[in-house]
C-alpha cells in the first residue's frame, strides 16, 4: 500500500485506523472520469499552464545566484548606489507574488470545471 496515494484500498485516518476509500462515490467512477476526454482535456490544460510558469520561476529564480557569483553584470550601480542585485532581488519577490495570485486564480477555473466534469458523470450525461 502506497501512503497518501489516490491508488490506495485504504488510506489512515489517524492513529491507526483505517477506512476503505470505494472506488465508486455515490455511483460515480473515478477511473472513468480520469479516463475521460473532458477530463484529459482539462489536464492537459492544467499542464499547458503550470509547467511553463515552473520553468519561468526556476529560470528567474537561479539567475540571480548564476548572474552574481560567476559576472559582474548586476554589480554595476542602477540607480544611486542601488545596484543591479538590489533590484532584481526585490523583483524576486514581486514575481512570486505575481505568479501566486496568477496561479491562485487560475486554479479556481480549473477547479470549477473538475467540479462541473463530477458533477456531470454524478448526473449520468456522458456528452464530449
Not at 559576472?71 to 526585490?90: K, R
Request: glycine share 8%.
Amino acid at each position: 500500500m502506497k501512503v497518501g496515494s489516490v491508488y490506495t484500498e485504504k488510506r489512515t485516518a489517524g492513529k491507526g485506523r483505517e477506512q476503505a476509500v470505494p472506488e465508486r462515490l455515490g455511483g460515480t467512477d473515478f477511473t472513468g472520469v480520469a479516463e475521460g476526454p473532458k477530463f484529459k482535456a482539462l489536464m492537459s490544460r492544467k499542464k499547458k499552464f503550470i509547467v511553463p510558469l515552473t520553468v519561468f520561476f526556476l529560470a528567474f529564480y537561479f539567475m540571480l545566484p548564476i548572474l552574481t557569483s560567476y559576472t559582474n553584470v548586476l554589480e554595476q550601480p542602477a540607480i544611486g548606489d542601488i545596484s543591479w542585485a538590489w533590484l532584481y532581488a526585490t523583483a524576486q519577490f514581486i514575481m512570486t507574488w505575481v505568479l501566486c495570485i496568477v496561479y491562485v486564480k487560475k486554479f479556481h477555473k480549473f477547479d470549477s470545471e473538475a467540479e462541473d466534469i463530477v458533477e456531470t458523470e454524478l448526473k449520468g450525461d456522458h456528452r464530449p
